[in-house]
């Protein structure tokens, strides 16, 4: 079955500091990959999403994720984070042919201003 | 537009009761969701619909978990006999149609609802 995998939980960060969150999945057929983000006391929001074409993708608010197919990553970046980044971010995959998307657990960023 | 709405925002039940979970997707979008989020996890999926139909219910953990869609709006999760590993946030998403293989249209979600068995 598929999974998805982010292998930090939480990552604490200064403001202007660099970003990078992990993320891989484990199907080898043809995947839609996405980064939902959740900001304190509001909902899912879709931060960026990839399922073809250029593996360098750009999102909202100046993030953005790199496919790596060979590697099964979809990490996500950001050169410069600020405290309004503080958030649950979370990893997605979506199989071809299926509707339903597979989260994995989320990465927690706290940035300190 | 609204968004996606869910209620009620928080349930406290007692193990061994029934509760229903409301969905009020996006006007005009067919597939909805549900997935559910327990503590310190990404939500898991439960069962989607394309319009009045349970296209996928692969994600119910049980039968005592039923989901129905009767007009291909609003929908309604329904737990039978709550346990207290029930306890989690259910959250719904609707989107404009199905994706298929190449073709994604963005999953918009509700708040959640808070289900808390004691």
């Known amino acids: 079955a598929q999974s998805v995998s982010q292998h930090n939980h939480h990552v604490i960060l200064s403001e202007a500091a660099s970003l990078e969150l992990g993320c891989n999945y484990s199907y080898g057929g043809t995947v839609n990959l996405f980064w939902y983000v959740q900001y304190p006391g509001q909902h899912l929001q879709l931060l960026l999403k990839?399922?073809?074409?250029?593996?360098l993708v750009k999102g909202i608010k100046g993030f953005e994720a790199e496919f790596i197919k060979s590697k099964f990553s979809f990490n996500l970046r950001k050169p410069s984070v600020q405290w309004s980044d503080t958030a649950e971010y979370f990893c997605?995959?979506?199989?071809?042919?299926?509707?339903?998307?597979?989260f994995g657990k989320g990465t927690k960023l706290s940035v300190k201003p | 537009g609204a968004g996606v709405s869910q209620t009620p925002s928080n349930k406290v039940t007692e193990k061994g009761k029934y509760v229903e979970l409301r969905c009020d997707p996006i006007?005009?979008?067919?597939?909805l969701y549900w997935y559910r989020q327990s503590l310190g996890q990404g939500p898991e999926f439960l069962i989607y619909f394309q319009g009045t139909g349970a296209a996928d219910d692969s994600g119910l953990p049980n039968d005592r978990f039923f989901a129905v869609r009767p007009e291909g709006s609003v929908s309604t999760l329904k737990i039978q006999r709550t346990e207290r590993g029930d306890s989690a946030v259910y959250l719904c998403?609707?989107?404009?149609?199905?994706?298929?293989?190449?073709?994604?249209?963005?999953?918009?979600f509700g708040p959640g609802t808070r289900l808390t068995v004691l």
């Open positions: 997605a995959a979506k199989e071809g042919s299926q509707g339903n998307l597979i």
């Open positions: 006007s005009g979008h067919t597939a």
């Open positions: 998403a609707s989107s404009l149609l199905r994706g298929g293989a190449g073709l994604y249209n963005e999953q918009f």
């Open positions: 990839y399922f073809s074409g250029d593996p």
